[in-house]
């Protein structure tokens, strides 16, 4: 069988991305190209994303960026199959940029295109390196989202458990704040977080022991808040705060883990699985050391997209293409940006005020 060639465009953050993606025998994926332009420098002097200056850069950026990601390929759009480009979840003045290019480009070219879910894009992006048997669990943490997930099959997925306040990227990036440690959090979170003495604070661990899988992590960032007033110009337990700060999430995820492979084998009966944590903060190694260690007590083997696949990038979104294209889950070209996208539609919403745990 002819082995598939797509266009991926991502938009719906703060990297605008391009890449092309082609199938190879082992049923992984050769990386003709994968193009990300960061806008941090855009956003570090306000310590966040700020929605509208994102969408600038993306009109700015987006054509260079497609355009080094077709040449770097060294395929033509019409030697493509099919453009893919990310459809939600995001920022919708950022998502319609690469959706609007990503159908115009398909409509020209007379190809396909695949409104993709960018959280698809997250869970099925080791397997652009690593053939990975379904159903597998998966955790997703990223900037948006702290999720416990059964992979069913592409397009088919069971929420077991999610976070009902923060996501723990959000966490990582509002401790980075809190410490003064530099944008973007996370990474700076885990670089400093190693001076430090991981055992100095005792840090709460919300709804540990109940709600399942479920997670949360406002009560953590609000301890954060709390010891960070008290420390103020002392490098040292600034350190000290970052590493237990880490640590708990640490504590907090291995735990869940042990909640959600519960459930996972229970609904599966499947018991040679892949755990697979995917993700911006899928990149802390601390987190990869520590899922790994529980992996040999509990028996699944833990999987972990390539640092350069956890955060936004466009490989994976071709990567999604690809594996819709095959099952022939096409969209029309009208379809919407979408700033929620669930990739379980039947899980119920788990957050605001009035929930019950
Ligand atoms: N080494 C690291 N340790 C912890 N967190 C990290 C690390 N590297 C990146 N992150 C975090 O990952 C997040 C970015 O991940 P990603 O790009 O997948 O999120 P997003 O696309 O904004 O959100 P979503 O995918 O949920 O829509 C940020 O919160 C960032 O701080
Ligand atoms: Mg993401």
Known sequence: MKKLTFLGIETSCDETAAAVIRENDNGTADILSNVVSSQIEEHKKFGGVVPELAARAHIENIEFIIESALSESNVSINEIDGVAATAGPGLIVCLTVGLNIGKSIAAFAQKPFIGVNHLEGHALSPGLDEKINFPYLLLLISGGHTQYLIVKNINEYEQLGTTIDDALGEAFDKTSK????????????EKFAKLGDENFFKLPEPIIH????????????????????????????????????????????????????????????????????????????????????????????????????????????????????????????????????????????????????
Do not use: H
């Not at 291995?254 to 229970?266: H, S, Y």
């Not at 509990?298 to 990567?319: E, Q, R, S, T, Y």
């Open 178 to 189: 809190m410490l003064d440690l530099g944008y973007p959090g996370g990474p700076n979170v």
């Open 210 to 357: 109940k709600a399942g899988c479920n997670l949360s992590f406002a009560g953590l960032k609000t301890a954060v808040l709390r010891e960070s007033k008290k420390i103020i110009g002392d490098r040292k337990l600034k350190y000290n705060l970052a590493a237990s700060f880490q640590k708990t999430t640490i504590n907090i995820l291995c735990k869940k883990t042990r909640k959600a492979v519960k459930m996972f084998l229970e609904k599966t009966q499947v018991k040679d699985f892949c755990f697979v944590v995917a993700g911006g903060v899928a990149a802390n190694n601390s987190i990869r050391e520590n899922i790994l260690k529980l992996s040999k007590e509990l028996k699944f083997k833990a999987i972990f997209p390539d640092i350069k696949f956890c955060g936004d990038n466009a490989a994976m979104i071709a990567w999604t293409g690809i594996q819709r294209f095959k099952k022939n889950l096409f969209n029309k070209i009208d379809i919407p940006a979408k700033s929620r996208w669930p990739l379980d539609s039947k899980a119920p919403y788990m957050k605001g005020p009035g929930l019950k745990l």
